[in-house]
């Protein structure tokens, strides 16, 4: 009778031993299943959603006509002054110099107070003034000065009128030279040479930067208001109902979005090579990989405000000084973080969009700079897993 009281005892772990595997592969499956089917449910709710169609492919397209087209570095037809006060053949030569550069638009007097009302007004950006005895001390072979005055209230248009116009003075120089049957005057001649942009046009570097600041706005969009406009909904309550974990919800999110980013990013990429003639001068597979990191981050991010704004305007908001500013003014894209104080270049650290504007100005105008793109990856992916790790930390599987 012992024997018959054992024995089930002794079979029962022989029986229930093989289960365990079984659990275990019931369990993967059943996380499968919950993630397919909450990628399905915001695929759908994508598709049926124009307002997600409007961020992803409307608003890239806008932007990037805006950069492209409204934002420009490039500096031509400047309208200045040339006040001549003894015209002679010398002056002539160059005053004609000077009108057949594509930066200056002339306007001739004989006295320099005829242009100081239109300087003030800034209808002038600047002036140049040849003295009375400006061909008398050439003839001579004396050095002849010449005054340039610009409005110093733009720095930045002050500096280029100054240089554009001691360049096209040290040209008309070296061409009176050649004409006189003079060697070049100067003993040491330079011969400067453009790599990557040697058109120097603003838009080959404007359009790459603006494609990071296009991903980070959407990318940071698309997941904080999606997931908002579920707690707005009430919709939130079924999915908390289900068994899906923490990490089944984010995949379930951030799935969808990552193909509708990637598609943003498509379609920026297309115009800028196609509509905005910017060289790609590296390989795709560079392109999707520093993309593919970059929109994780925004993506992340995007999550991260999510979980703690709960309504869509409170998110939208959120995002833009969070993300979109930040992506602006400490990107490199517009304004040099070189020049900015010790702390200010410090805080460009953490802004993911340097990284990016610096990869993709690299894949489009030198190639695949590995020494560039490498560690640019790897900083993204890394700050991409920490975001993903607090959102993951904030969120909660039940209502409050």
Known sequence: MTTLERAPTDAAPLVAAPAEPDAALRDRSGRFRRMKALIRKETLQIVR???????????????????????????????????????????????????????????????????????????????????????????????????????????NTASLVNGYAQGAWQSWLLQSALSGGKEGAAPISTDPRFWFNPELESRRFLVPGSIALILMMIGSLLTALVVAREWERGTIEALLATPA??????????????????????????????????????SMWALLAASTAFLLVALSSGLLISSLARSQFLASQIAMITAFLPALFFSGFIFEISSMPGPLQAFSAIIPAKYYVRSLQTIFLAGDVAAV????????????????????????????
């Not at 087209?69 to 002539?92: H, N, Q």
């Not at 640019?376 to 975001?387: K, P």
């Open 49 to 155: 959603d124009p307002s997600s169609l409007v961020i992803a492919v409307v608003l890239p397209i806008l932007l990037l006509f805006l950069f492209g087209f409204g934002v420009s570095f490039d500096v031509t037809k400047m309208r200045i002054g040339l006040v001549i006060e003894e015209p002679t053949p010398e002056t002539a030569r160059f005053e004609a110099s000077l009108s057949n550069t594509p930066w200056f638009r002339v306007q001739v007097a004989h006295d320099r107070r005829a242009f100081l009302d239109d300087l003030t007004a800034s209808r002038l950006e600047g002036v140049i003034v040849l003295p009375g005895d400006f061909s008398e001390r050439l003839g001579r072979g004396d050095s002849a000065a010449v005054q340039i005055i610009t409005d110093g209230t733009d720095p």
């Open 373 to 400: 793109l490498v560690p640019s990856i790897l900083i993204l992916a890394f700050m991409s897993l920490v975001l993903m790790l607090l959102t993951a930390r904030f969120s909660k599987m039940r209502l409050d």
């Open 245 to 282: 974990s923490v990490t089944e919800f984010l995949v379930g999110k951030v799935v969808p979005n990552f193909v509708l980013g990637l598609c943003a990013m498509a379609v920026s990429v297309l115009f800028a090579i196609f509509v905005f003639d910017v060289p790609m001068r590296g």
